[in-house]
């Protein structure tokens, strides 16, 4: 959420996903900065190290490898009736918020987008875009934590403490709801407003001519699609998979009989 500069770009988006992934950690990445994200298994891919969030793969934020600490095993869920409730959504309650380190920020990314009826890959991506998972991070022009919020957006959207995480999450996944809501669900107009400031897009009637907001649109959308295509190539090997063992099946291999046999050519009636 910067001012930026002029410049020009191009993406490509797929279809928004509203839903919320399940998370079934096996290992928590200890961050230096003290929080940390549970996540199923990792890999180190160059500088970034890649945190799969679920078993099967489709879901995953890349992570700079410099930024964790180490690596220890995830915690034993408590049984569904010691969870606490889903928090609450209101200005007022968002205020009370306490700051204090969370434990989990897939956890948090995950409970925001469903409150917010986001799909959490989408949220992960803008936080990348925006701070690269520092939840200290500061622009140069001052936006603030995680999703970088302005101090005059996070006290509209009653974020008393930005560099708190779970209150900045909460405030921008809200916000970027609100600028969704507000372009139609237009994802391209929503996140150049996320950037640039709704003034601009609708000064401009679309994407600012700015470089530094098309190529932060770009980044975002590219880490999206990427997502959702290792969750299309997930579901159809997962699919696949299950047509091979349907097929495997010994009823699959059922002989046929005089009941289930097909009749190729039609027969003649005996008189």
Request: a positive charge.
């Amino acid at each position: 959420m910067k001012h930026v500069g002029a410049g020009r770009g191009t993406w490509i988006i797929t279809v928004l996903v509203v839903t919320v992934l399940p998370c079934l950690a096996s290992e928590v990445a200890v961050l230096k900065n003290g929080f940390s994200i549970q996540h199923s298994r990792h890999e180190v891919l160059g500088s970034v190290t890649r945190l799969y969030v679920n078993a099967d793969g489709a879901s995953f934020v890349d992570v700079p490898t410099t930024e964790i600490d180490h690596f220890e095993g995830a915690p034993e869920e408590p049984p569904p009736s010691s969870r606490p409730s889903a928090a609450p959504t209101s200005t007022k309650q968002l205020r009370e918020f306490p700051a204090h380190p969370v434990t989990d920020l897939s956890t948090v990314v995950n409970e925001a987008s469903g409150r917010y009826r986001l799909d959490p890959d989408l949220v992960n991506s803008v936080i990348k875009a925006e701070s690269g998972f520092n939840v200290r991070a500061v622009s140069p022009k001052g936006a603030q934590g995680l999703m970088q919020l302005m101090p005059g957006t996070a006290s509209q959207l009653g974020v008393p403490n930005a560099f708190d995480a779970q209150a900045n999450i909460e405030g921008g996944t809200k916000y970027l709801r609100e600028l969704l809501e507000r372009y139609n669900f237009d994802l391209i107009k929503a996140l150049a407003a996320y950037n640039a400031g709704p003034q601009r897009v609708e000064h401009f009637g679309g994407v600012p001519p700015y470089y530094e907001t098309r190529a932060y649109v770009a980044r975002v959308v590219r880490d999206f699609n990427k997502k959702k295509v290792a969750q299309e190539k997930a579901g159809t090997a997962a699919k696949k998979a299950a047509d091979q063992k349907k097929k495997a099946s010994p009823a699959a291999r059922t002989p046929l009989t005089s009941k289930n046999t097909v009749r190729t050519k039609a027969s003649t009636p005996s008189k």
